[in-house]
């Protein structure tokens, strides 16, 4: 049985708005127009993995259509399956240290948080250490070899639209390697928002109820919820208050830096 038309729309709504964005950017060149599309693309990538992707991990069907591995891939600049093994990673573990993503760090004293703007900035390390696990359970035979290909054609994508771009438009390439970067610290800040470190081990998932925001977000603010129930595609999620944050998960760490 197919997915719903509002599921499948909630898959594409984002990376199209991010495409566009980026594209209007590059049209507008160097200018203030062209600035304010570039930061607008890099907020709109943050949200077409957080919202759009992030829904397509927890139900596959929804990334089943022609070439959707390459052209999601393309447009979070890094690999569909990648993602998903860091993301599942992460339900796995919910911010202990083992997570990829955790906001916590191992130190001789124990756990202790990342400080925020480390984090923020140092979001690749997160990659390497997830892409060497991946590598490594491949090797094991502990992911399938059409996972294995999958992966291969969507790095194989990035790095021909990326090729493509370096020729015809080389600021356009220079620009896309920086929206990426630049999504991606804002990725790991709406991260930190969710999981703030603030008591290892004892922690949970904060949640942001704002009723405008979770209708025009897709109830993305619930993330306590989601993580309890993760199989629950957006429109299942039911606010259940608790772990209540006062700002959404994106501006939340800029409020509060430091664990209670």
Known sequence: MPP???LRVLVMIFPLLEAAAFLLACAAGVSLAGGA???LASVLLCYTVHVS???AVHQPALARFPLSGPLLSVVMGLPLQGYRWHHLNHHRWNNELPDYSTTWRSTAA???PWPLWRYVLGWPRQLVRSGLAMRAAYGAG?????????????QAS???ALGVLAVVAPR???AYLAMVYLGWMLIALQNYGQHPPRAYGRESATSYYAPLYNRLLFRNGLHAEHHERPHLAWDEIEPAPQAAIAYPHLLQPLVETEPR
């Open 4 to 6: 719903p038309t509002r």
């Open 37 to 39: 599309l570039f930061l």
């Open 53 to 55: 992707i992030h829904e």
């Open 110 to 112: 124990g756990p202790r």
């Open 142 to 154: 502990q992911i399938p070899s059409r996972v294995h290909r999958a992966t291969r054609r969507e």
């Open 158 to 160: 990035i790095l021909l």
């Open 172 to 174: 356009a390439a220079a």
